[in-house]
């Protein structure tokens, strides 16, 4: 009985020090290839990380379906967006000639632009799926520059982690890490279907993640910052959803 | 115990039913272990699984009570139907007055994380059964009873209340296995599959798991039945053990053993 109980004492130390090992070598190696999200801690954290982890793990180089235009919605949602400010209405009164988009943080150059700034730079257009987490969908074609091209202007210093960007109402923020942000089809949109990008669906300037749910797709953006870390933002939780129960990571 | 443990153990390694286990003193009736660890483990953390999943897609499904067909469906579609619920966002058109609270966010966390669980757990008891044999003992209906009069003849026994044979006193009948074998190998990895045809990234990398379904929003209304069936399931489940004995069924899907006697469904 003492050989059996010491046998299984030393079998059961010897397994949870190469358990712990393991876990902690899993924990670097996770952590050097951007695999942990900035909501990996409490309850839901595990299920959390996993998604994360195995998404970047098998989807990082992939791109959103695109749909031919025969698909595109007719009648696309807009859903709700906060009642729009005075000062809102005075720049949609000049067709947003005053709005700018601030780039800044761990970057070279600090940029302000202008939405003719912005047309300057390269074109891309994209026909993909808006999914709302709530389960409805459309499909509409999106034009404007990647965001790459506008980080490249300003030039991100080593280090970068994550693009925080935020919208015009201070308390609506998001983050994406670099996959994301660097992504060709992760569009700074300025036009929907051939026209200007509608107020309700995010105009003048919406940041199109298509990988990524609707709530990703920031409307109204009027900031971009480089960082390293997200810890000092909000709660530290890599964007406002977590702060509301919603997940940071929203590719699934 | 000392004794029963040992006993056990070559069942433990040839299948989910044991032979039965004599024991020391001949009048006792004689134990069979009904079913190993590893069905006894997979099963229970399914159950959690399963009803974290149930649970929290109910919450989820209260944001947007409708369904299509297709790639794309919104409130300015004409939905293939709507559930007679109030919904969670006011933006949906429900005919009540009434809006849900928004539980979406916690919900979404831990359905995934659930699902999780249930991908793993699966993982293990599918492999475990491959290699084991214990799929192709236990839940492959067997070589004489591969027919519709099979299926039919058991159906009818159970109607007239008959008891079970001696041999499903060591494994499984046909419709228990048929059922079994549409869970396992149908209901759940089409639910898996239909969930990952919601996830924009990852039909991203993998477009053929929604386009061979035909879009996103048919994934979403065949998710939504497929849970309903799985329900079905559960519930059929639930009412043939309580009717056959719920104690002793738990004992045998909790300590694993049960008496040869009293091994009747």
């Not at chain 1, 949109?189 to 919406?206: A, C, H, K, S, Y």
């Not at chain 2, 209906?141 to 109607?159: C, F, H, N, T």
Request: glycine residues 8%; contains cysteine.
């Amino acid at each position: 009985m003492s050989l059996i109980t010491r046998r299984r004492l030393i079998t059961t130390g010897l397994a949870t020090v190469a358990g712990a090992t393991g876990l902690g070598v899993a924990d670097k190696l996770s952590r050097k290839y951007g695999l942990v999200p900035p909501d990996c801690k409490g309850v839901y954290g595990a299920g959390e990380t996993l998604t994360y982890g195995v998404q970047r793990l098998l989807t990082r180089n992939a791109t959103a379906r695109e749909f031919p235009r025969s698909m595109i919605s007719e009648k696309p949602f807009a859903n709700e967006i906060a009642p729009p400010t005075e000062a809102f209405k005075k720049m949609q009164a000049r067709s947003f000639v005053d709005w700018r988009l601030t780039v800044d943080g761990m970057v070279e150059h600090p940029l302000t632009l202008s939405l003719a700034d912005l047309k300057t730079m390269p074109v891309h257009s994209q026909i993909t799926e808006v999914a709302c987490e709530e389960g409805w969908s459309y499909i509409a074609e999106w034009i404007g520059t990647p965001l790459s091209n506008v980080l490249n202007a300003a030039g991100l210093k080593p280090g970068v982690k994550y693009i925080y960007y935020h919208a015009v109402e201070p308390y609506l923020w998001e983050t994406i890490d670099m996959d994301d942000a660097m992504h060709p089809q992760t569009l700074l949109t300025m036009g929907m279907n051939d026209g200007d990008l509608p107020v309700g669906f995010g105009g003048p300037l919406r940041l199109r993640v298509p990988r990524q749910l609707g709530y990703k797709s920031l409307k109204f953006v009027t900031h971009i910052t480089a960082v390293d870390s997200v810890k000092n933002i909000g709660k530290g939780l890599g964007s406002v959803d977590p702060e509301y129960g919603y997940a940071w990571f929203a590719g699934i | 115990m000392g004794h029963l443990h040992k006993e056990y153990m070559p069942g433990l390694r040839l299948s989910c039913y044991s032979l039965p286990v004599a024991t020391l003193s001949p009048v006792r009736p004689k134990i069979v272990l009904r079913h190993v660890g590893i069905v006894r483990a997979t099963h229970w953390l399914t159950v959690v699984a399963f009803l974290a999943l149930l649970i929290t897609g109910m919450l989820i499904v209260i944001s947007h009570p409708r369904f299509y067909w297709g790639e794309t469906g919104n409130v300015n579609m004409k939905p293939a139907f709507t559930l007679p619920i109030p919904a969670s966002r006011d933006t949906v058109p429900t005919g009540y007055k009434y809006v849900m609270p928004d539980e979406n966010g916690w919900s979404r966390y831990l359905h995934f994380e659930a699902a999780w669980l249930l991908v793993l757990t699966a993982l293990v008891y599918g492999v475990w059964g491959l290699v084991s044999g214990h799929f192709r003992r236990n839940i492959l209906p067997l070589r004489g009873e591969r027919s519709w009069g099979a299926i039919w003849a058991r159906m009818v026994k159970y109607l007239h209340r008959s008891p079970p044979d001696k041999l499903e006193e060591k494994s499984y009948n046909v419709l228990q296995r048929v059922a079994y074998l549409v869970v396992i190998f149908v209901l759940f990895p089409l639910i898996i599959w239909t969930g990952l045809a919601m996830s924009p990234s990852f039909t991203g990398a993998f477009p053929a798991t929604a386009w061979l379904i035909g879009g996103r929003q048919t994934a979403r209304t065949l998710h939504f039945f497929l849970s309903w069936a799985l329900v079905a399931f559960l519930i059929v489940h639930v009412a043939m053990i309580a009717i056959s004995g719920f104690w002793r069924r738990m004992r045998a899907m909790t300590l694993g053993r049960a008496r040869e006697a009293e091994d009747d469904i």
